[in-house]
């Protein structure tokens, strides 16, 4: 079992930056793909970025793609996504996901594993 706790969320002004990060239990976090998400109410949960568990290769949203950075330390089994020149629109909650031996995709059903979430709000 795979346990994912987010941190690092809060309130902050368009064009600021926070970064959040993703602290997984287990001791196979290496093997993991991590991907996050983001969710407003009333809408489907939106893929935000992705990093794969083999060659560390990363894939963004077009949305955030230029603003947004996923990066990794396995030795400290976290996954961390760096936000800059944050907008109004990427208001919402967060959420880590994982899987294991899996591909960093886009798809909500491609992660078996979800941490609590995180609320971002960005005032304009």
């Known amino acids: 079992q795979v346990q994912l706790v987010e941190s690092g969320g809060g309130s902050v002004q368009a064009g600021g930056s926070l970064r959040l990060s993703c602290a997984a239990s287990?001791?196979?976090?290496?093997?993991?793909?991590m991907g996050w998400f983001r969710q407003i109410p009333g809408k489907e949960r939106e893929f935000v970025a992705g990093i794969s568990w083999s060659d560390g290769s990363t894939n963004y949203a077009d949305s955030v793609k230029g603003r947004f950075s996923i990066s990794r330390d396995n030795a400290k089994n976290t996954v961390y996504l760096q936000m800059n020149s944050l907008k109004s629109e990427d208001t919402a909650v967060y959420y880590c996901a994982a899987d294991v031996w899996g591909r960093a995709t886009v798809l909500v059903r491609d992660y078996n594993y979800w941490g609590q979430g995180t609320q971002v709000t960005v005032s304009s």
């Open positions: 287990g001791r196979g976090f290496r093997y993991y793909v």
